[in-house]
C-alpha cells in the first residue's frame, strides 16, 4: 500500500492568510499546508480520502488522473470543497463517492446541478453512494468506517486494510477502537497544542496513538498554532511523524 498526504493542514490552510507568525514566514516547505486529503494506493485502485477546494492543484502536482473511489468523512467545506474538480476524472465513467446519508445530502444540496437528472454539459458525473457504519466494498476493496466524533457532530473515518484515517476528531466512541487494533498506519488529526472544543490537540492526539498502538503514526489537520515542523518533529516519539504535503509512504 502506498500512502501519499495531498495536504495535511487545517480548514484555513497554512500559510492562514494575512498571518505573519513564524509557521505562517516559513521557508520550509513542510510548513506550507494545503487542506487534508489523502490518496491509498493498494491492490490496483486509487482511493480518495476526503476532496477539499485544494483537490485540482493536488492532482496536478501528485500527477494523478485516475481515481476508483472517493470517501468522505463529513459535509464541511475543506473536505468537500473540490468535488466539482472531479470533472476531468468523469470522462469515461462516473466517479464513485461515499458518504454518510446526512452528508450525501449535504453535498446534493450544495451542489444540485451535479445531481439533477438533466445534467448541463461538462459537469461532473458523480455516482453517490450512501453508507453507515457497517463495513462496506468500494473498488472491490474492503472499507470498514469509524464513527468519530468532532466536537458533538458525527462523522467517519476509514480502516483499509491496516491503515486508518482519522480526521477532523475530538474524540473516539469506546467501541470504536476494537476497529482499530493491529494497525501498521495510523493517520491522526492533530490540530494545535492546547485545548480546541472540537478538535484534538496535539497531545491529545499522542495519547490516541499511545492507545492505539500502531506501528507507525502520522500527524495531519495542522494549523499554523501546532509551530514549526523542523521543531515538533524532534519532540515526536519515533514511531510517530509529523505528516507534510507531498509525503508517499509505504505499508
Known amino acids: 500500500m502506498k500512502i501519499t498526504f495531498l495536504g495535511t493542514g487545517t480548514s484555513t490552510g497554512v500559510p492562514e492568510?494575512?498571518?505573519?507568525?513564524?509557521?505562517?514566514?516559513?521557508?520550509?516547505?513542510?510548513d506550507w499546508r494545503l487542506r487534508t486529503s489523502v490518496l491509498v494506493e493498494t491492490e490496483g485502485k486509487r482511493i480518495l480520502l476526503d476532496c477539499g477546494p485544494?483537490?485540482?492543484?493536488?492532482?496536478?502536482?501528485?500527477?494523478?488522473y485516475?481515481?476508483?473511489?472517493?470517501?468522505i468523512s463529513h459535509e464541511h467545506y475543506d473536505h468537500v470543497g473540490g468535488l466539482d474538480d472531479l470533472r476531468p476524472f468523469c470522462r469515461e465513467k462516473g466517479v464513485d463517492i461515499y458518504a454518510e446519508d446526512s452528508v450525501a445530502g449535504a453535498i446534493e444540496t450544495r451542489i444540485p446541478y451535479v445531481f439533477r437528472k438533466h445534467k448541463y454539459p461538462g459537469?461532473?458525473?458523480?455516482?453517490?453512494?450512501?453508507?453507515?457504519?457497517?463495513?462496506?466494498?468500494?473498488a472491490g476493496l474492503t472499507i470498514v468506517p469509524i464513527r468519530v466524533m468532532h466536537g458533538n457532530l458525527p462523522i467517519l473515518g476509514y480502516r483499509?486494510?491496516?491503515?486508518?484515517?482519522l480526521t477532523d476528531l475530538k474524540s473516539l466512541p469506546e467501541e470504536e477502537y476494537a476497529k482499530l487494533e493491529g494497525l501498521d498506519v495510523l493517520i491522526i488529526a492533530a490540530l494545535r497544542r492546547g485545548e480546541h472544543p472540537t478538535?484534538?490537540?496535539?497531545?491529545?492526539?499522542?495519547?490516541?496513538?499511545?492507545?492505539?498502538?500502531?506501528?507507525?503514526?502520522?500527524?495531519?489537520?495542522?494549523?499554523?498554532?501546532i509551530g514549526l515542523h523542523a521543531e515538533i518533529e524532534k519532540e515526536l516519539p519515533p514511531h510517530v511523524h509529523f505528516a507534510y504535503d507531498g509525503l508517499s509512504v509505504f505499508s
Request: proline residues 5%; aromatic residues 6%; glycine residues 4%.
Open 66 to 71: 485516475h481515481l476508483d473511489a472517493v470517501l
Open 54 to 64: 485544494d483537490f485540482r492543484w493536488q492532482m496536478i502536482t501528485s500527477r494523478t
Open 17 to 30: 492568510i494575512g498571518c505573519q507568525c513564524e509557521v505562517c514566514t516559513s521557508k520550509d516547505p513542510r
Open 123 to 138: 459537469v461532473p458525473n458523480l455516482e453517490m453512494h450512501r453508507i453507515g457504519t457497517a463495513p462496506f466494498v468500494a
Open 160 to 165: 483499509i486494510g491496516n491503515m486508518a484515517y
Open 199 to 225: 478538535h484534538e490537540s496535539l497531545e491529545q492526539a499522542l495519547a490516541n496513538v499511545e492507545r492505539i498502538r500502531p506501528k507507525e503514526a502520522y500527524l495531519i489537520h495542522m494549523s499554523h498554532r
